[in-house]
């Protein structure tokens, strides 16, 4: 059984940057596609980024392709999304989660492990 964490979130300007991390423990991620979610109020949970297990393929939504960035740390067992411009609209609670790596890593149904969320808030 994977937990994951994510740490990092919190209050930014719009323009500037925030650094989320989501740590693992139970499991290895490199067994493991994982993805960034976000969920503002109102709306559906959304996919902002993933990575396949291999790091040989990234998936951006459009919206922060270019400002945003997935990367792993492997020796830490720790994947992060660097933010940066950030604006107003992506203010959310953010989730990391984990799918098998012969999963879809773009379908939200195929991750099995989730994190409890961080929230994010970008003042304009």
């Known amino acids: 059984q994977v937990q994951l964490v994510e740490s990092g979130g919190g209050l930014a300007q719009a323009g500037g940057s925030l650094r989320l991390s989501c740590t693992a423990s139970g499991g290895t991620l490199m067994n493991y596609n994982m993805g960034w979610f976000r969920q503002a109020p109102g709306k559906e949970r959304e996919l902002v980024a993933a990575?396949?297990?291999?790091?040989?393929?990234?998936y951006y939504t459009g919206s922060v392709k270019g400002r945003f960035t997935i990367f792993r740390d492997n020796a830490k067992n720790t994947v992060h999304l660097q933010m940066n411009n950030l604006k107003s609209e992506d203010t959310a609670v953010y989730y990391c989660?984990?799918?098998?790596?012969?999963?879809?890593?773009?379908?939200?149904?195929?991750?099995?492990?989730w994190g409890p969320g961080t929230q994010v808030t970008v003042s304009s």
């Open positions: 990575n396949r297990f291999s790091g040989t393929f990234t």
């Open positions: 989660a984990a799918a098998w790596y012969s999963a879809d890593l773009t379908a939200i149904g195929q991750y099995d492990y």
